[in-house]
């Protein structure tokens, strides 16, 4: 065994030999075809408090791969493997301790990690292009199913990703890639057709308006009255002459005393609202000022006509709550009648002092019209006068 470990020793150390390790760019020229067959072969192994060197001799009886150990390695390992490849093995007991592998001719040479770098035998380097999805979003997705020592880095120039693992891992990040890829065209589609479809609304839109014919507005009351700026104007709400307004017009400047549209409710006063009174804070339209000139009639204050109270009352009727009661007079005196009638058969009073009833209503918009119970003094009364009509027992 000696032997071999001189013959590699001396082999590596030969003058004008490249000593490279296994690379992510050519995996073919420093790893024989061999080597690469031993490394993805697979076996089991068992390991019971074995120092490492003792668990890489065992892999070496029983892969028949070369190995060379230096004597500073030590630590021991508990384990077991079962239909494993050996390059899984090889990073399962050597990684915890600190120690990795690197492919030297047709053997394996074991040093520390921080000697080795991130490159290990049979690492693969791919570049993965993307089309929608940025590069920088999936890189910290995919690191969660990289190997230990893999590794990925985003390049967003070329919108792609490079990852260097092994060859099984690389494909499953491909195939989580194109599954992200793929979600992100169709979120890029739906929007898209999003767009569209609001492009589309706001054309018919503006179709149909260009469509509708442009109606005129509305002509003011200077213009309807004339170019004669002394015309009287017409108040808000008051309509066309009714068939019985035959009064005579009322001179220039000046508001007429009767006729008009009598729905508009106006009074000889000029103002509209109660007959004969004037609006609330107007002065008289037909007084003179200082100057002699007549000024304009002002426009009516604001009331509520008749008309509109009745049609409001048809369109919102509300029950009354209407109790009958009988005045405090009458009750006294139907009182003080039964006390003197209390000896014997009283009579029924006469219609002259006979208690008379009022009706007191009130309105409200969320009840309907209800019988009041009698109270209590109303019982006792009805009481009493039915213990007096009956007849008195005899002793």
Known sequence: MAAVWTLLLGAALVPGTPVRAQTDVSPSESLSKDLQAKLQQKGTLILRD?????ALFAIKENWGVNI???ND????INGAFTDAPLHRILDAILAPAGYGYRAIGDGLVIQKLDEIG???PLFVTKMLPLEHVPPDEV???IKFMLSPNGKAHAVPSSKSIVVMDYADRIQLVEARLHELDDAARAAAERAKAEELKKA???ARRQAALQARPASSPPASASE???????APTTPPGAGAPGPDDSDPPAASGTRPATGGNRNANTSPGGGAGIPGLPPIDSPNPGAATDNGSTPPAPAPAFRVSPEAMAERARNFPIPPICSTRRSRTRRREASRERVRGRGGAREPPPPAIRPRTWMSCSFSPNTSARRR???RSERLSVNMARSRSSPTRTA
């Open 139 to 141: 890189v910290e997705v």
């Open 373 to 375: 119970s009698p109270s």
């Open 224 to 230: 309807s009255a004339g170019s004669d700026p002394s």
């Open 73 to 76: 390695v030590k630590g021991a």
């Open 200 to 202: 589309e609304e706001e």
């Open 68 to 70: 060379v150990v230096g």
């Open 118 to 120: 991130a490159m290990k």
């Open 50 to 54: 074995a120092s490492l060197i003792e």
